[in-house]
């Protein structure tokens, strides 16, 4: 099987504000500790810990992580069942967000998932998370329902679907 994720470089004119390069590379289970780091930056009281984490990385699937030089700056994480998946987490530090780091996380997630033959990918996402909804929409992901007074706050949860076509 060909492996799409190989320490892929994205050239310093996508990060505005740095002259390094980002490499996007295999997340593995001894990554739990640095990856719960950003988590807690990005999601703060809904941080996963450590633990669930580990526990993530350790499951069949797609797992990524995205750093600066030394520096890691995000992470997404798709677990794997048959012929589909599921996005469950993608954080990016807020200092480094809106510089397309997402963006390169879920298409280099997307592409791995292509190639291994998932059919659908699926994931939830909060109804007032505009940003994370525009970059799930224009990457192939379709609403198809909802979830009323999924998360901890009472807000709604959006289901995506992206299909991948064989």
């Keep these: 099987m060909v492996d799409p994720i190989t320490d892929s470089v994205a050239p310093p004119s996508l990060l505005k504000s740095s002259s390094k390069q980002l490499r996007v590379a295999r997340a593995h289970p001894e990554n739990a500790a640095d990856l719960a780091a950003v988590d807690a930056l990005a999601f703060g009281d809904d941080r996963w810990s450590a633990n669930q984490l580990q ?3 350790a499951t069949a699937g797609t797992h ?3 750093d600066l030089g030394s520096v890691l700056v995000g992470f997404a994480l798709f677990q794997q069942v048959a012929d589909e998946a ?11 967000r809106r510089q397309g780091i997402a ?8 592409s791995a998932l292509q190639v291994a033959g998932i059919q659908d990918c699926h994931l939830e996402v909060h109804r007032d998370n505009l940003g994370a909804r525009a970059l ?9 329902g909802s979830r009323n007074g999924y998360y901890r706050d009472g807000g709604d949860a959006l289901l995506y679907r992206h299909h991948f076509p064989h």
């Design 86 to 96: 599921e996005l469950l987490r993608i954080a990016v530090s807020p200092s480094w």
């Design 136 to 144: 799930y929409e224009s990457n192939g992901f379709e609403l198809v």
């Design 64 to 66: 990524l992580r995205a």
């Design 103 to 110: 963006l390169r996380l879920l298409r280099d997630g997307l």
């Design 55 to 57: 526990g993530s990385l």
